[in-house]
């Protein structure tokens, strides 16, 4: 069994992973901000710690991390135009993340990120937008940069649709959806398997089953 580390433990695509974790013999350990979520989190198979992503320190971090044994950036600012906590959450929690996990130990790291966000935005966007985009992207830059065993998930218009099983995973891809049910999927795929270290892929929903698709991937 190894111990699971979420950051962003409440998110729509975290509440998703847990029970798929849960049932693959694993244990996940959801970090939320509000202890409100504990008792729905533990009923999905969670054990629950609390950890305030923009007010906890790199240490913090760390101490949440401990006997973890890999990590997965699930969280984000939320979709309601607040420019500020792209910065403080999408980029500012994955910069904690990313030196939390080095000062505990844990090597594996795997984030949720967003398609097409290495692409020049126009100058007609929200400034909103703009903030998520370059939250993510530096987010993305610096866990590439670090000496982690990441891997770096990228997926297109998310959806609450009925999970599939067939995806395209590719290091560049057509814009599309896919299911969130689909992408925890993916991540749980992708976290005990060594092929797919050093790794970034966009998600978008396809043909060819998850096992398959990883498996072409990393060829």
């Known amino acids: 069994m190894t111990r699971i580390a979420i950051v962003g433990g ?21 970090l939320v901000r509000n202890p409100d979520h504990t008792a729905e989190l533990e009923d999905l198979g969670a054990e629950v710690a609390l950890l305030d992503i923009e007010k906890s320190g790199e240490d913090d971090f760390a101490k949440a991390f401990d006997g973890a044994g890999a990590i997965v950036f699930a969280a984000g600012g939320g979709a309601d135009g607040n420019v500020e906590r792209k910065k403080t959450v999408d980029l500012g929690g994955s910069l904690k993340s990313i030196a939390g996990a080095g000062t505990a130990g844990v090597r594996r790291f795997v984030q949720i990120s967003a398609m097409g966000v290495d692409e020049p935005v126009g100058d007609d966007v929200e400034d909103a937008w703009r903030a998520y985009v370059d939250a993510k992207r ?21 959806t609450d649709d009925a999970p599939t099983g067939r995806i395209q995973l590719a290091e560049r891809a057509e814009r599309s959806q896919v299911p969130r049910a689909d992408v925890a999927a993916v991540i749980a795929a992708v976290l005990d398997d060594p092929r797919t270290h050093g790794k970034q892929w966009e998600l978008v929903s396809g043909d060819t089953p998850i096992a398959d698709a990883i498996t072409a991937a990393v060829r």
Not at 10 to 30: D, M, N, S, W, Y
């Open 10 to 30: 409440h998110g729509k695509i975290a509440r998703l992973l847990i029970p798929v974790l849960a049932e693959a013999g694993h244990q996940p350990v959801a």
């Open 138 to 158: 530096d987010a993305d830059i610096a866990l590439r940069d670090s000496d982690l065993d990441w891997t770096i998930i990228r997926p297109g218009a998310l």
